[in-house]
């Protein structure tokens, strides 16, 4: 990514700069290091730069001010060598942390959490996500408000000199907690409507009968590219994290001829925080209505086994653990010759070696959905009186004729369904 940051520094003529800190602690299922060149693109992302870092391994993070005494004097050092504008921690902080490490340093401290919240309150662009984010926010600042007082400030303004006054934001730092809990009130009001809103498209979907493919994955892996290319849309595609807040969904054609919707997602991500996931789970919970997950991994990333393990535990949290699963392993091209990644093994998951840069690989997934979708149908013969023209119908447009014949008791059919059109005609079911 340090290519991509420079460019961004050459036309921002003062980045903020940063140190990131983090705490090491033993068993932990990604390294100090890995997680905090995560934090680093994160930091990217928010618009700042990373000026240094400091890792301690301890036990735990201090309960006090998250790094030990010795920490931070290092921090201090490094701060008056580089004149960054404040230190950011990759883990979410508790009250007393966020204050304590602020007093210590003397300067504005930002976690994990508050950063990635910035990130989404700079990237949602529709009335839902900038509901879903403030509602994040607020939520992150209302447990924060008890006893720190003026302390708040410190931490306040959005990392790379913006002002994002979206959402949340900076001012409402200064809002007593109950406008606070007031303003969460009329917003989960708001996103309720929203929901029931996209309950009735659901609701029609599945009317409709129209097979739902929701692409899931960590964020960065690819979705957007894919969906683009797989539904011929113009899906926002950034090399940046986050790029997608809102779900979109938009229709293509199999090889079989069967329609389908597919269905981009917000990307998940180690240590996301639960602000995040309360306030989205709404939109989070589309892909348990979805048949197909068609799980987007970057291959070429040396945390790629992690990476899947954070989506699918996400997956199961999200009550969609049991779908259909195509995994693809994505960014092939971008592969060096003896680079390998490891498979985290799951029961009954199809994986596809590809790049969205081949299109080749575009007829692959294509296909390979298809035979996913055929193995959840069932083929059967009726023979329907002609009083009962519309279950013929139905048949026909839901499902693959095989064969097809005029009798003096009605039309026989024999036909290929989903398992649930069987079950509204099986009273003519042929044995």
């Not at 790029?243 to 979109?248: D, F, G, H, P, R």
Request: charged share 30%; aromatic share 6%.
């Amino acid at each position: 990514m340090e290519e991509k940051k420079k460019g961004l520094y050459e036309t921002q003529e003062e980045m903020e700069k940063y140190i990131l800190a983090a705490v090491e602690e033993d068993g932990g299922e990604i390294d100090a290091e890995q997680s905090l060149d995560e934090l680093s693109d994160l930091l990217w992302t928010a618009g700042g730069e990373e000026a240094g870092r400091v890792i301690q391994k301890r036990e735990s993070p201090h309960p006090k001010t998250y790094l030990g005494s010795g920490k931070i004097q290092e921090v201090k050092a490094m701060l008056e060598m580089c004149g960054a504008s404040g230190v950011i921690t990759d883990d979410e902080l508790s009250p007393a942390q966020l204050r304590n490490l602020s007093e210590a340093l003397g300067t504005k401290v930002i976690d994990r959490t508050l950063l990635i919240l910035d990130i989404f309150s700079q990237r949602a662009s529709t009335k839902e996500g900038q509901t879903q984010v403030e509602l994040a926010q607020l939520n992150y600042r209302l447990t924060r408000l008890a006893g720190l007082g003026t302390e708040l400030s410190r931490q306040g303004g959005s990392v790379g000199g913006g002002n994002h006054s979206r959402g949340a934001g900076e001012t409402k730092l200064e809002l007593d907690r109950r406008y606070i809990r007031q303003r969460i009130d009329v917003l989960k009001r708001q996103l309720k409507e929203l929901e029931s809103q996209r309950e009735v498209a659901r609701s029609r979907r599945v009317k409709n009968q129209i097979p739902v493919i929701a692409l899931v994955g960590y964020t960065n892996a690819g979705k957007s590219t894919w969906f683009n290319r797989l539904t011929n849309s113009g899906v926002l595609e950034e090399d940046k994290l986050f790029a997608t807040l809102e779900t979109t969904t938009r229709k293509a054609t199999l090889p079989s001829g069967r329609e389908v919707l597919f269905s981009d997602t917000v990307g998940f991500i180690h240590k996301l925080p639960h602000h995040l996931v309360d306030a989205f789970r709404a939109t989070l919970e589309e892909v348990r209505y979805a048949d197909i997950l068609l799980h987007v991994v970057d291959a070429s990333d040396e945390k790629a086994s992690m990476e899947m393990k954070v989506t699918m535990d996400a997956m199961e949290d999200l009550g969609a653990g049991d779908k259909p699963v195509l995994q693809l392993m994505n960014k092939q091209d971008q592969l060096q010759e003896m680079q390998r990644v490891v498979i985290f093994p799951q029961k009954g998951y199809q994986q596809l070696k590809v790049s969205a840069f081949r299109e080749e690989d575009w007829h692959r997934v294509l296909s390979a959905l298809d035979h996913i979708l055929d193995e959840r149908e069932v083929e059967y013969s009726v023979c329907i009186p002609y009083t009962e023209g519309r279950f013929v119908s139905l048949l026909r447009q839901n499902g693959k004729v095989l064969e097809e014949e005029y009798r003096e008791e009605g039309t026989y059919l024999r036909v290929r369904t989903s398992k649930q059109y069987q079950n509204m005609v099986k009273a003519y079911l042929q044995s």
